[in-house]
């Protein structure tokens, strides 16, 4: 009789407080249920807590976690193996590291902010916290590129003045700005308006919209605000509902599980080279000089998915203004871009033109922008087939209504829905 093999042992450390956190679990899960049977173990946990002292003393195989500092990271370290860690922040001795993609975030915010006619954009995060300093040195960079107006504002951690908040990490930081908020008042109130923020996560957004309206600033007409991670908690908390990027956790979940059992199956990796370098999706970015033997993987965010915080468009020209509320309220009614013109009292040709300027596009265009935006909502939050979709907005028949989607997106609505909805 062959002998039974051992199933490797694997820990999850890995936060289930944060959106951030259920979306990897969710991805290690895909990745287990397709393709490996391990001995898993899964520890409830917030993202500061430590390793449990009973776990002190075992041997795991492998550990995918997500350490929020560096004395989390030794203590995993102690107990594993193999370790894949999710947030990368601490290079383990043995193993990977995966993050979102800094780089790709300050483009896809910008792009964001650049399409609803802003010009002035700005960065607000906490220093010393690494994943806000690399989006925020990142977004710089793009500005500079793009000849933006821009801004930065990081909240700091004082030497002597935090003594009183007992965690640590990100979570402190942001504990610790609530105490900083008439400073970010004050910040906000000397911005030219009308200025875009991205905020280098949800909370740090949600303290921007608090302080914008403490200010006695409209958002999003005066500051628009983005935030990242799109922990929809936090989101649709914040008044009015805040704007976010939604990383990809799904997906670094699923590769740090993958990673984790090449890991296990060969020791092979004195130079951190494995068979995956050949399979490394588009987009995707590789870097094996971290150290010699821990691969370093960053992955792309998913989109921008908008609330009310960022739904608007940055002109200085009421007529326009006033034709781009029109739309908005009406896209979905079946309007065309003479109604828009009647509604303004101009002519069809001055409005074209001026939309030409401001916006870089005509206002057939942005009817049909707001109508496809409407479109990924139902597609996103209701069961509705797509002829009742095309009824609600004004497309009238599922083929316009598939034909226009795949020209914008590149996709079927009903691949749009299967890539971008929550189970």
Not at 307 to 329: H, N
Request: hydrophobic share 35%.
């Amino acid at each position: 009789m062959q002998p039974v093999s051992k199933k490797p042992q694997v820990l999850l450390f890995i936060e289930s407080s944060r959106a951030y956190g259920r979306g990897c679990l969710q991805g290690v899960a895909g990745y287990l249920r397709a393709h490996e049977s391990w001995d898993v173990i899964h520890l409830e946990r917030g993202l500061s807590e430590a390793v449990p002292s009973d776990l002190i003393g075992r041997q795991f195989d492998g550990v995918i976690s997500r350490s929020e500092n560096e004395s989390i990271a030794n203590g995993i370290q102690q107990i594993a193996r193999w370790v894949v860690d999710l947030r990368g922040s601490f290079p383990p001795q043995r193993g990977a590291l995966i993050d979102t993609d800094p780089a790709a975030c300050a483009r896809l915010a910008i792009d964001h902010f650049v399409e609803r006619g802003f010009r002035r954009i700005v960065f607000c995060g906490y220093r010393g916290v690494d994943f806000s300093e690399a989006r925020g040195e990142e977004f710089s960079r793009y500005c500079e590129e793009e000849k933006l107006e821009t801004d930065r504002f990081e909240m700091t951690l004082g030497e002597t003045e935090n003594t009183a908040i007992p965690i640590e990490g990100v979570l402190r930081h942001e504990a610790h700005a609530e105490i900083l908020e008439t400073e970010l008042v004050d910040w906000l109130q000397q911005q030219p308006l009308p200025t875009a923020v991205f905020a280098c996560n949800d909370v740090c957004g949600r303290q921007v919209v608090r302080a914008a309206v403490k200010a006695g600033l409209r958002v999003p007409e005066q500051i628009a605000v983005l935030g990242v991670d799109n922990d929809e908690v936090i989101c649709d908390l914040t008044n009015p509902p805040l704007s976010s990027i939604e990383p990809d956790s799904y997906r670094i979940g699923f590769e740090g599980a993958a990673l984790l059992a090449e890991l296990l199956e060969s020791e092979c990796v004195e130079h951190g080279s494995t068979n995956r370098d050949s399979k490394t999706s588009a987009g995707d970015k590789r870097d094996q000089q971290t150290d010699e033997t821990c691969q370093r993987l960053t992955i792309p965010p998913r989109r921008v998915v908008t609330r009310f915080s960022t739904d608007v468009l940055a002109v200085d020209d009421p007529d326009l203004s006033s034709a781009i509320e029109f739309i908005r309220l009406h896209a979905c009614r079946g309007i065309g871009v003479a109604d828009v013109a009647k509604h303004v009292a101009i002519s069809r040709a001055t409005l074209e033109r001026r939309f030409r300027v401001a916006l870089d596009r005509t206002p057939r265009e942005e009817i049909e922008r707001i109508r496809l935006e409407h479109v990924k909502t139902l597609l996103l939050q209701t069961d509705y087939g797509l002829d009742r979709i095309a009824s609600m907005t004004a497309y009238s028949k599922a083929p316009h209504l598939i034909t226009a989607f795949r020209r914008q997106t590149g996709l079927t609505p009903i691949n749009f829905r299967k890539r971008y909805r929550r189970c």
